[in-house]
């Protein structure tokens, strides 16, 4: 059996602190919102499950289609030893990816959940014994202290994760894994791309079992924070804002209401109608994704996209200096946040 290591960098209350503020946070602001990362547990988990297999719902299979047919590019692109997954969760897709790379060495999962870690990596140390897997329970958006592995590594976000963060976060995010990245390493970021709005809301207006997916986040507030949401209070809705190329979850007030979160000391009113943000789902374009990685240094090296532009999979390299970064896109330091 191959070696396997699980290393917490969170504290072990951390899930909890972090809820806590999450909550007293986006509850507390107009317009109300919460991180769409309170979806997930093990309910909301079998949930989205379920929504991958939804008809309308294009970018699991998309991607894993992609995944199918470029992960042999994409080891020839990169020669990687080490695969670092951020947010892996079960790792399915990344077995396509390990099965394409000859040389691996390492697998690195980083997720927030250690069970889905130990789960995961426990299958694949059965099932490749040549493979060193070193699991990491940590947020991949805060820095991360990896641990050593041969290069050249890549370090992979997929399932179109990266549309989750609003523009700032994603700023944020592409800053420190530059910040990961040395010479020779790569960024393989899986995206949702533009397309018709017909297309968009139907990928996320199921009521059946997106609309109870988006409805999970009140159960856990409920479970964890002994809050008395109504579920059938809220009504789910998708909306396409073409502006900002996202589409955004909510859950609507159905009536005039207050729900009490005793956890916190808190008395949340909410109008007839007034929405609670859940997620965002940001759509690109090629030319916007690589304007954005490349004001934090990075470089579009490669492009695979699935037929019918519907998903793709982009390979960012390092540039080799803020310098280099601004004089290949001539821009200021302004688009360095």
């Known amino acids: 059996m191959s070696p396997f290591t699980v290393t917490r960098l969170l504290p072990s209350d ?49 991607e894993r289609d992609l995944l199918s047919t470029r992960a042999g590019d994409i080891a020839e692109a990169t020669g990687a030893r080490t695969l670092i997954e951020l947010g892996s969760g079960s790792s399915s897709k990344t077995r396509l990816l390990l099965d394409a790379l000859p040389h691996l060495h390492t697998y690195i999962p980083v997720d927030v959940s250690e069970s889905a870690l130990r789960d995961a990596g426990t299958v694949l140390a059965r099932e490749r014994p040549a493979l060193t897997v070193q699991a990491l329970i940590a947020d991949f958006t805060n820095r991360l202290t990896l641990p050593p592995a041969p290069g050249p590594r890549i370090v992979a976000l997929l399932g179109s994760t990266i549309g989750n963060l609003m523009p700032v976060q994603r700023a944020a995010f592409y800053a420190l894994v530059r910040e990961l990245l040395e010479p020779g390493d790569t960024l393989l970021l899986g995206v949702d791309l533009v397309k018709s709005e017909d297309v968009l809301v139907a990928a996320y207006a199921d ?48 009536l005039a209401q207050t729900v009490k979160i005793p956890a916190l000391d808190m008395a949340v009113s909410f109008a007839e109608g007034e929405d609670l943000l859940t997620e965002i789902s940001a759509k690109f374009t090629v030319p916007g994704l690589a304007s954005e990685l490349r004001c934090a240094g990075l470089d579009l090296a490669r492009w695979f996209c699935a037929p019918a532009q519907l998903v793709g999979l982009a390979l960012a390299t390092p540039v080799r200096s803020l310098h280099d970064c601004l004089h290949a896109t001539g821009r200021s330091t302004a688009c360095i946040r």
């Open 207 to 254: 009521q059946a079992v997106t609309g109870q997916f988006n409805a999970n986040v009140l159960r856990v507030l409920n479970r964890e924070l002994n809050a008395d949401f109504d579920l059938d209070a809220f009504e789910h809705v998708a909306l396409w804002d073409a502006r900002r190329a996202w589409i955004e979850m909510r859950l609507r007030s159905r």
């Open 14 to 62: 951390d899930t909890t602190a972090a809820l806590h503020a999450d909550v007293r946070r986006g509850l507390g602001a107009t317009p109300k919102s919460l991180p769409p990362k309170w979806f997930y547990d093990a309910r909301g988990s079998l949930l989205f499950e379920q929504i991958t297999e939804l008809p309308t719902y294009y970018a699991t299979r998309a």
